[in-house]
């Protein structure tokens, strides 16, 4: 009888840990154990000095004296990230910020970074008294390729570098009092690095935008329409070599509107993505907007 | 209202828009009794310009605290003086729409008793009380004129602590119910117990003291609606062309942004702080029952229902069977009081903009908009503490170096708000659609917003959502005519404008790049900004 116990708490242990990992994404190792969730844009932080963030393999030490700054606004509606806020400890002459932005979602699209650089580079040539002091470059800074605009006005001098992970613009903006401090702050983004581990589990999935069309899709489960109207939703998944979906990042929604879209995507099936005659976890971007009465 | 009150209304308005004498304290102009009806008064407008220096005093304080600071010694001199700019019908419009907005703007005024509907619960006896500085369809006057409400004709009311007598006209949330729901709804502030118009009637007011105690309540300021009528006639799509046009300077600073909708027929609403309403009708609707307790045809129905306290039939503002304008102006006199609010409202032209000279003269002769340096502009600053004496530190016979100055602090000031990102989210123009209103079609404008919601983090956070404007969310709040505001901010906490410039940093706010670049500049490119909005 006891044993027979022992067998059945491990059953529904084992269930629930697996549950739990197929609800929130983590990666569940034999015995149940869950070793990390799933990282997310936002989920990066300030760690003893350095910024690092593995959903966009990013480890960026801070510059000497300085420390996090406000935090910004939760993720927008156009997939829009403010990853970090970095700030002098003494004066407030300098800043820095990391942001994100999801290339699926973006208000204007553009088919890749160095296009969105220039677009970048044109609307700060258009603001009154800014000036462009340096056109956009191609930098390499561990082994990404990053474009670097700089530019100034009123006294303020700005370094934008911009460089594409998992389909998302990442950008490091400086901004300094002086252009001497902007050097020193653009020095230290030389000093970016990787955030894997080197015993880093399963590849990143492949980036593919606009999978989640019919034609793709075996099975599609409608979300319960809840909360406000008219809310653009955006929403990431990750499918897996089956064609299931692994992993639901809502990225902006009301709680009840996240746990509805989580709920039906969870219920999606794909025509699993091949590539080179073998089949790859990708990762796609979908949108939603609720126009009907709530239930 | 009574087609009786409101003829005797239109009658009046010589004596109270032209003769009018501004009155300290509660600034309405006690009406000769014209057929019988005595209780009909309106709000005179003060056309004595004011000079203010340094504010109205500031408000008691939000019900949350900033995440800037506010201990540094201001650089805002107050308010421009001058001439107010605003109050008039938009320019060139037909002889109807000009009677229309003549008739419009004396119902605006009226005061309201509970013979015309106050009650049971309000906030204030008229729209003119409210939206009055620096005229009428402004925003809070310098003397707070519900204190006075709150006992007219016997009232009982006890002014709550954080309605003051020179401190911003407030309208009051609470954020949660008892049970911890949301909450989120307007709680008025006054009750009609006690009026010698209300006999019977007992109910009481609600427990303001405890929600202060248990932060609990909320507060919203009057927003102006200098130039409405443009903003209604902009557009969806013009509104989602100058967002997008702001996309990459928003980008790089932190700013994101989205609109709120309507949850009737998706299109974008722009009215209130939260841009919560979609027409000025709406807006008009909501705020005669909510803030006066009258009962329209949009609004049919009274928020307190105690049986003791009815005294009209509803609704109690409805279609005029009769032109109560005597042929003035049949469309006012036919229609409904927010009707007559909406028209008013859209054909009120937007605030004019000291120029760049005017606006360095006037500092020159009132208080000091800017200063060739910024040690003189700190010390003008400071010597502005009392609100009404003249505080540049120029003499007569230096006006002409000062106001050189101040005219390229006013421009650099303008240079400053676009290079800093001021302007991705107040942008600067907006352009109008097909208008019915004369001239207004295809006008470009300068309201100084996006119209869009943005996260204001938690230090302006009000925890209350309004559709899809959650707890943090404000909408861009239009800039036009901010230089003879009187008070900032959603709730009035601050007189000052650089106090509220620092109050837009917060945890979680978009606006923390934009007030980190504000931070950084130099004193006098800080003080440049400051003169250029108390230029607009």
Known sequence: ?295 | MTQLARRWSLTSIGTVMLGATALSGPAFAQAQDRGGFDLHRHFAQNFTPDHRGGGGGGGSGGGSTGGGSTTQQSIDPGPRGGDRGAGGAYPGLSQGELAFFTASTDVFNEVDAVANGLGPRFNMTGCGGCHAHPAVGGSSPPTNPQVAAATEMGGKNTVPSFITANGPIREARFVRNPDGTPDGGVHALFVITGRSDAPGCNITQPNFAAAVAANNVIFRIPTPVFGAGLVEAVPDSGLQATFTASAQQRRSLGISGSFNHSGNDGTITRFGWKAQNKSLLIFAGEAYNVEQGVTNDAFPNERENDPNCQFNNLPESTTNLTDTTNGASPAAGFSQDIIDFAAFMRMLAPPTPASSSTAAAQSASGTQVAAATADTAIAAAASSTSSTSPTSTSTNSSTSTTSTSSTASVSRGQQVFKNIGCQACHAVNQTTGKAAMTGASNMTFQPYSDFALHDMGTGLADNVSQGNANGRQFRSAPLWGVGQRLFFLHDGRTSKIDVAIQQHASQGSEANGVISNYNQLGLTDRQSLVAFLRSL
Not at chain 1, 52 to 65: A, E, H, K
Request: aromatic share 10%; proline share 7%; glycine share 6%.
């Open chain 1, 1 to 295: 009888m006891r044993r027979l116990l022992l067998l059945v708490s491990v059953v529904v242990a084992t269930s629930l840990a697996n549950w739990l990992g197929w609800r929130y994404g983590a990666v569940i190792w034999p015995y149940g154990t869950v070793v990390s969730p799933m990282p997310v844009p936002e989920d990066g932080k300030v760690l003893g000095g350095i910024y690092v963030n593995d959903y966009f393999d990013l480890s960026y030490p801070l510059p000497q004296g300085w420390t996090e700054g406000l935090a910004g606004p939760d993720p927008s509606d156009a997939g829009y990230y403010v990853l970090s806020s970095l700030v002098p400890q003494s004066e407030q002459n300098a800043a820095i910020m990391i942001v994100a932005q999801d290339m699926f979602f973006a208000s204007k699209s553009h088919g890749n970074i160095a296009e969105m650089v220039h677009d970048f580079r044109q609307a700060m040539s258009e603001v009154d008294g800014m000036m462009i002091d340096r056109e956009p470059t191609e930098v390499k800074v561990a082994d990404r390729l990053f474009y670097r605009v700089d530019f100034s006005g009123v006294g303020l001098y700005r370094a934008t570098f911009t460089t594409e992970s998992r389909c998302h613009a990442v950008s490091f903006n400086l901004t300094a009092r002086d252009p001497e401090l902007l050097a020193d702050l653009a020095l230290s983004v030389d000093k970016l690095s990787s955030a894997r581990k080197q015993d880093a589990g399963s590849p990143v999935p492949y980036c593919i935008e606009n999978y989640a069309v019919p034609e793709n899709l075996l099975r599609r489960v409608e979300p319960t329409p809840v909360g406000p109207k008219f809310m653009p939703i955006p929403v990431r998944i990750i499918v897996d070599t089956e064609g299931s979906v692994k992993h639901v990042h809502v990225i902006r929604a009301t709680p009840e509107q996240r746990k509805s879209i989580e709920d039906a995507l969870r219920q999606w099936k794909f025509k699993p993505y091949g590539l080179n005659g073998r089949a790859v976890e990708i990762e796609t971007g979908l949108m939603f907007r609720f126009t009907v009465a709530e239930k």
